[in-house]
Antibody, heavy 125, light 108 residues
Framework: EVQLVESGGGLVQPGGSLRLSCAASGFTFSSYEMNWVRQAPGKGLEWVSYISSSGSTIYYADSVKGRFTISRDNAKNSLYLQMNSLRAEDTAVYYC??????????????????WGKGTTVTVSS | EIVLTQSPGTLSLSPGERATLSCRASQSVSSSYLAWYQQKPGQAPRLLIYGASSRATGIPDRFSGSGSGTDFTLTISRLEPEDFAVYYCQQYGSSLFTFGGGTKVEIK
């Protein structure tokens, strides 16, 4: 079964740090690009960060650039999000999601087809 | 950055009715980069539609997507009780992924 399981969430004070993990199983993790997406309480979805299959290409949303670092360990089938200088507005459920990218009829298709159940991060004093 | 605006914010309908959800982009989006997701309370999002009009695996054919350029639509032909949820459109472009604000489909 294709599965993503996030962990590492919790309560942290403003200015603190947290490292989220996402364990992948049931597919060849090293072949897929990955995203982190978050959802603040009662709000919509917000893309956070992207990493290519090899880890060589990384993108961040402006809201987290310079504070968050995405990484992966393909040998361990794991994705990570190191979150530093946390703010109250970073409070959210954090999801990891598998990115599907494929070519058909000269067009690339790009979407997120598998999601984990999420891990909750609360930034509060 | 491309902004996606979904409307209406809330759609109040009865089971069996047709739902039409709109997603408008601030600039042209490649159809192959436009997806729709369904999210129920306490659950992760679920992929419904990719490439603007292709149903994901296991998605019933009452769900359909259409559109191009800046205007995209998700249609649910006949609402089933399990379809009442929040729906998000999402696009990829210029090294960014962006989501619309969501449309909540609620029971009237």
């Amino acid at each position: 079964e294709v599965q993503l399981v996030e962990s590492g969430g919790g309560l942290v004070q403003p200015g603190g740090s947290l490292r989220l993990s996402c364990a992948a199983s049931g597919f060849t993790f090293s072949s897929y690009e990955m995203n982190w997406v978050r959802q603040a309480p009662g709000k919509g979805l917000e893309w956070v960060s992207y990493i290519s299959s090899s880890g060589s290409t990384i993108y961040y949303a402006d809201s987290v650039k310079g504070r968050f670092t995405i990484s992966r360990d393909n040998a361990k089938n794991s994705l990570y999000l190191q979150m530093n200088s946390l703010r109250a507005e970073d409070t959210a459920v954090y999801y990891c999601a598998r990115v599907r990218k494929w070519l058909q009829n000269y067009y690339y298709y790009y979407y997120m087809d598998v999601w984990g159940k999420g891990t909750t991060v609360t930034v509060s004093s | 950055e491309i902004v996606l605006t979904q409307s209406p914010g809330t759609l109040s309908l009865s089971p069996g009715e047709r739902a039409t959800l709109s997603c408008r982009a601030s600039q042209s989006v490649s159809s192959s980069y436009l997806a729709w997701y369904q999210q129920k309370p306490g659950q992760a999002p679920r992929l419904l539609i990719y490439g603007a009009s292709s149903r994901a695996t296991g998605i019933p054919d009452r769900f359909s997507g259409s559109g191009s350029g800046t205007d995209f639509t998700l249609t649910i032909s006949r609402l089933e009780p399990e379809d009442f949820a929040v729906y998000y459109c999402q696009q990829y472009g210029s090294s960014l992924f962006t989501f619309g604000g969501g449309t909540k489909v609620e029971i009237k």
